[in-house]
């Protein structure tokens, strides 16, 4: 909780259930990342559902309503462009840090959507939030993904960041700035991203080295109770207080090699983020926000791949589908089996999410083959990156997903990218032309599906409830087939399941549920954790606490050791 510039949000905030986020007050954003034909932004900031502070409700659900929900044809409902996100924290531009303060000084910034009157409600993301449980296995992360598959120490871009650079000492201690670059480590990539976004977590225009500056002397978890049998943390705990027998300056310097942190010579960072090695030995002065340690410096370094190497152990392998494969005939009852053969058949699901990850984006279905050539949904034939899919959940304009740019102006798509001749994947034969069709715009990373019993709601919108309603979305050929039929996966047609096909689908996917994550038994145990919950009254019947907020409500999840605890509910239990 202490890496948020609020010292409440964390990464956990909107990833501690299942892995994904299961609130439901305050959870949604507009259609903020709708764009114009030429790609340039065009944000929708009306509501279309609740508005701002909305207790979401099941019949909101599914987003876009049909009178038959076989027929994507049929009469249309309601349909709404509403997004089922995160809330995440305050808009403020970041002022400074105080030493031994996880509360960072910011000067409140109005938030043209997420505000009532002069005051500030928390914003919210324009996605929903997958689940972090079994993300190690994904070649790249966040649903465009932007968290490219090799780490650069820095931030989220990996190679296209060019100027991404970690500093390094020689045996005298003398520092240099240095490129880097570790396969196989989207995650750390991924990690280095909320950190420093101003809807998640950072207020706006802080370095991270200030991050570094401020978490290293700190102690971890201050604010947060650590059971004394957390399969990971219990030798450390301090129960029944809070916090831990740490700081994060000796983690930092029993996990990592010295010549990347002992250096006792002083970096001072202009405006412009460009360090400057003057040669001055020293202790780093905690009150300035421009001279840093090298432990300082390379703070992203630690903060990714320390992330990385827990999240790593966050694998779920144990649910009745994996005692099947190995053998146990019994572990899926006959329904569940009828759900497996269609799911491997009839229902095309095996086509995208396929493997023991059961999803197409994995590192092992990748690596060997980045792009693929394929007849479209309309007949004709593209270029995609392997793994990520547009399957009509809503009209391709209203996100881009892989078909955006990262911040240098290149595309996300190694599609386009090897258009351009700037990206070449030696197993694509022939290779792409400057002038051959990509599909790749409204396209999102496909999630796997363990424990997908429990991470509703459901898509890159969070626009379905139930596993049901995911069933018939796919068993009538998406919401938006014919609309977004130039980049439109070819799986995405009429399937004719009837109502038991369905059921035994649905059956088949609870089956793909690990009862460690059910149960948040180790590897799952956690420490206790507060988010925030929306604010305080109902829709815009809000109160500022004095500072031109709206007063927020809280929530604990409270602490869990090894042997787990209290089954998991699900968003808005009370559907079925």
């Known amino acids: 909780m202490q890496t948020g510039s609020d010292n409440t949000q964390s990464c956990a905030s909107c990833h501690f259930h299942a892995g994904a986020d299961s609130r439901s007050k305050h959870q949604l954003s507009p259609g903020l990342l709708r764009v114009n034909a030429d790609g340039s932004p065009d944000p929708d900031t009306a509501f279309e559902l609740g508005g701002l502070n909305y207790q979401l409700k099941p019949s909101d659900y599914p987003f876009h309503k049909l009178a038959d929900i076989n027929n994507r044809k049929s009469t249309v409902i309601s349909d709404r462009n509403d997004v089922t996100g995160s809330q995440g924290l305050f808009g403020f531009l970041f002022s400074n840090i105080f030493l031994r303060r996880a509360q960072e000084v910011g000067v409140p910034d109005l938030d043209p959507v997420f505000k009532v009157n002069n005051t500030n409600l928390l914003r919210v993301t324009g996605r929903n939030s997958p689940s972090a449980i079994n993300a190690v296995f994904n070649f790249r992360n966040f649903w465009d993904g932007r968290a490219q598959n090799d780490f650069n120490g820095v931030n989220p871009f990996g190679k296209r960041d060019v100027n991404a650079k970690v500093v390094k000492a020689d045996g005298s201690g003398e520092l240099q700035e240095v490129q880097i670059s570790l396969d196989n480590a989207s995650l750390a990539s991924q990690a280095v991203g909320p950190p420093l976004s101003e809807v998640e977590m950072s207020y706006k225009g802080k370095p991270f080295s200030l991050l570094g500056k401020k978490m290293l002397p700190l102690v971890p978890l201050n604010r947060q109770k650590v059971h004394p049998d957390d399969s990971v943390l219990g030798s450390y705990s301090k129960s029944p207080m809070p916090g831990m027998r740490a700081k994060y300056n000796a983690l930092?310097?029993?996990?990592?090699?010295?010549?990347?942190?002992?250096?006792?010579?002083?970096?001072?960072?202009?405006?412009?983020?460009?360090?400057?090695?003057?040669?001055?030995?020293?202790?780093?002065?905690?009150?300035?926000?421009?001279?840093f340690s090298q432990m300082e410096y390379n703070f992203p370094l630690f903060f990714g791949l320390a992330v990385q190497m827990y999240e790593?152990?966050?694998?779920?392998?144990?649910?009745?589908?994996?005692r099947y494969l190995e053998g146990n005939t019994n572990a899926l009852s006959a329904q569940q089996k009828l759900g497996k053969e269609l799911f491997e058949g009839k229902a095309k699901c095996?086509?995208?999410?396929?493997?023991?990850?059961?999803?197409?984006?994995?590192?092992?279905?990748?690596?060997?083959?980045?792009?693929?050539?394929?007849?479209?949904?309309?007949?004709?034939?593209?270029v995609y990156d392997n793994g990520f899919y547009d399957i009509g959940v809503r009209p391709t304009r209203e996100d881009l997903g892989l078909g955006g740019l990262d911040?240098?102006?290149?595309p996300l798509s190694e599609s386009r990218l090897a258009q351009q001749g700037k990206f070449n994947d030696p197993n694509l034969d022939p290779p792409i032309s400057p002038n051959e069709r990509v599909a790749v715009d409204g396209a999102f990373k496909t999630p796997g599906l363990r424990n997908v019993e429990l991470t509703a709601p459901y898509f890159h919108n969070g626009g379905q409830l139930t596993l049901r309603q995911v069933v018939d979305f796919y068993n009538r050929g998406g919401d938006f087939?014919?609309?977004?039929?130039?980049?439109?996966?070819p799986d995405i047609e009429n399937l004719g399941l009837?109502?038991?096909?369905?059921?035994?689908?649905?059956?088949?996917?609870?089956?793909?549920?690990?009862?460690?994550?059910?149960?948040?038994?180790?590897?799952?145990?956690?420490?206790?954790?507060?988010?925030?919950?929306?604010?305080?009254?109902?829709?815009?019947?809000?109160?500022?606490?004095?500072?031109?907020?709206?007063?927020?409500?809280?929530?604990?999840?409270?602490?869990?050791?090894?042997?787990?605890?209290?089954?998991?509910?699900?968003?808005?239990?009370?559907?079925?």
């Open 252 to 291: 930092v310097q029993a996990a990592f090699q010295p010549q990347w942190w002992k250096s006792d010579r002083l970096i001072t960072i202009d405006s412009s983020g460009k360090p400057t090695f003057t040669g001055q030995v020293g202790t780093a002065d905690p009150s300035s926000i421009t001279q």
């Open 312 to 322: 790593s152990t966050l694998v779920s392998d144990d649910a009745p589908i994996d």
């Open 350 to 382: 095996i086509n995208c999410h396929g493997g023991p990850e059961f999803t197409n984006a994995s590192v092992q279905n990748v690596k060997n083959e980045r792009l693929e050539r394929m007849v479209m949904g309309d007949g004709e034939v593209a």
């Open 407 to 410: 911040p240098f102006g290149n």
């Open 481 to 489: 087939h014919e609309q977004n039929i130039a980049n439109l996966d």
């Open 498 to 576: 009837n109502n038991a096909e369905k059921d035994a689908l649905v059956a088949f996917m609870r089956a793909l549920t690990d009862d460690r994550v059910r149960y948040q038994k180790a590897p799952f145990d956690h420490p206790q954790l507060f988010v925030t919950n929306g604010h305080q009254g109902t829709g815009t019947a809000i109160t500022d606490d004095g500072t031109g907020k709206a007063t927020v409500q809280m929530r604990e999840i409270p602490a869990v050791g090894r042997k787990g605890g209290t089954p998991l509910t699900n968003f808005l239990a009370s559907a079925s």
